[in-house]
């Protein structure tokens, strides 16, 4: 028996398929950008809403996460992993051994790259903090709102380059000057944050 017989079909519009996550039914890369990482950011990575920063890449706040949780593979953290080593002594330094809070603030490197960047937005001489105080933007000095943000945007870019800066030791032997490294601070901080700062004059 066919229970269609007798049925007629008519439409105006060719067959189609519809995207449920959205409300107009279409598929765009930049709605489901948005709704990964919404939805993957907070609970796969633990990162808080005080640590994300629409100011920056994605690929800065997956920086922080991990130096926040320890998750940066340096010496020390693979070592304790029983990965063997010829040294977990700093590659840049080699005063310590190379723990995320040395790699990142301690090293004599990081600590002049982060007196310059202090400088050079008015700040006086770095303040001896942790890298989670540092990484989750806490300062004593007033600002507004928005200048927090920024300021908590530069302490990132800071710390990611100092890193990058690093690998370029022990990967390329071949390191960047302190006035160097903060040249690139100084060019990805502005091309990353004037570029979000919708209708925004950034200095």
Not at 74 to 88: A, T
Not at 165 to 178: E, G, I, L, P, Y
Request: aromatic share 10%.
């Amino acid at each position: 028996m066919n229970l269609c017989a007798g049925t007629n079909c008519v439409s105006s519009k060719q067959n189609s398929w519809t995207w449920a996550l959205s409300s107009s039914g279409h598929f765009t890369v930049k709605t489901l950008s948005r709704i990964i990482e919404d939805q993957m950011l907070p609970s796969s990575l633990g990162i808080e809403e005080t640590n994300r920063s629409n100011l920056l890449p994605k690929k800065l706040e997956v920086f922080v996460w991990r130096a926040i949780k320890k998750r940066i593979p340096v010496r020390h953290e693979l070592d304790k992993r029983g990965i063997d080593l010829h040294s977990v002594r700093c590659p840049l330094c080699d005063d310590d051994v190379e723990t995320i809070e040395h790699s990142l603030i301690f090293c004599k490197y990081a600590m002049d790259v982060w007196n310059r960047v202090y400088s050079w937005c008015g700040l006086g001489n770095f303040s001896n903090l942790s890298i989670s105080e540092i990484l989750r933007g806490n300062t004593t000095v007033e600002m507004s709102k928005l200048g927090r943000k920024i300021w908590q945007a530069i302490e990132w870019v800071t710390s990611y380059f100092v890193w990058k800066n690093r690998n370029n030791k022990v990967f390329r032997d071949k390191a960047w000057t302190s006035p160097m490294t903060l040249s690139e601070i100084q060019l990805k901080s502005f091309e990353w944050i004037s570029y979000r700062l919708k209708g925004k004059t950034l200095d």
